[in-house]
């Protein structure tokens, strides 16, 4: 009986200890999540990718900067509704500083349709006393109908002079396999206390392509995300393998 009891001791301790040791949207609920575990998976989750910054001048390939008479984003010749991947050479000072802004700008991504990083966005309401749990709950359990990867900066202001339209073929998903892209079909300002500055980008990505079938198949390895702004280029890759919680896949 003795060794019964130290058994079952010596399990609830490794149990214990397994509890707080995993990763927290594996082994809590978010009901019970603390500030560590809500700071631990904004930074370093699978679905968030901080400290990213904007890499050099890109083109389409195959084509110079300036030989598209198409106005394709990112090009010279793109004068179209004040695109993102207008030049600065192009601009006047205002803008141009905005530019150089947004090119020298540190920038987080949330892969925001995700439960967990919904639900941790909802669990930090709680705990600063702006949403009640039970509310977040409810929340939770709707789940969006697009794929939404939200973008934050420091300093919004070229999303903010450019517009929402102006991003719409600006920034795309990339799968590693298929080598298909995919465009967002909506994009959505996120705006501060005032009600005017932009704090946010919210892009959305259809679940499905025009003939019903699946935009991320479920063998999938790899999902680059582009944007461009001015000149330049933010690149980053999520791993769906990676993007699993307690419930399973969670994209």
């Avoid at 935009?215 to 582009?226: L, P, R, S, V």
Wanted: proline share 5%; glycine share 8%.
């Amino acid at each position: 009986m003795r060794k019964k009891i130290i058994g079952g001791i010596a399990f609830l301790i490794i149990a214990a200890l397994a509890w707080a040791g995993g990763d927290p949207w594996k082994s809590k609920p978010p009901s019970q999540w603390t500030e560590k575990d809500i700071a631990d998976i904004l930074q370093n989750s699978p679905w968030a990718h901080p400290n990213l910054t904007a890499q050099g001048a890109w083109h389409p390939d195959g084509m110079s900067q300036a030989s598209s008479s198409g106005g394709i984003a990112g090009s010279k010749s793109d004068m179209s509704k004040g695109s993102a991947g207008a030049t600065p050479d192009s601009m006047g000072g205002t803008e141009k500083q905005d530019i150089a802004a947004a090119e020298s700008a540190t920038y987080v991504l949330f892969w925001w349709s995700s439960r967990t990083i919904r639900a941790a966005s909802m669990r930090k309401a709680v705990l600063k006393g702006t949403m009640k749990q039970e509310d977040a709950d409810k929340m939770l359990a709707n789940s969006p109908d697009d794929y939404m990867l939200l973008l934050q900066s420091a300093n919004m202001a070229l999303f903010q002079r450019r517009g929402e339209e102006a991003f719409e073929k600006s920034a795309w998903l990339q799968m590693k396999k298929s080598k298909e892209k995919v465009y967002p079909d909506k994009i959505d300002f996120l705006k501060g206390p005032d009600g005017s500055t932009v704090t946010g980008v919210i892009f959305h990505f259809p679940k499905k392509s025009a003939s019903g079938e699946p935009t991320i198949a479920t063998d999938e390895k790899e999902i680059d995300f582009y944007l461009l702004v001015g000149g330049s280029k933010i690149l980053t890759a999520f791993d769906p393998r990676k993007m699993v919680d307690s419930q399973g896949e969670d994209l």
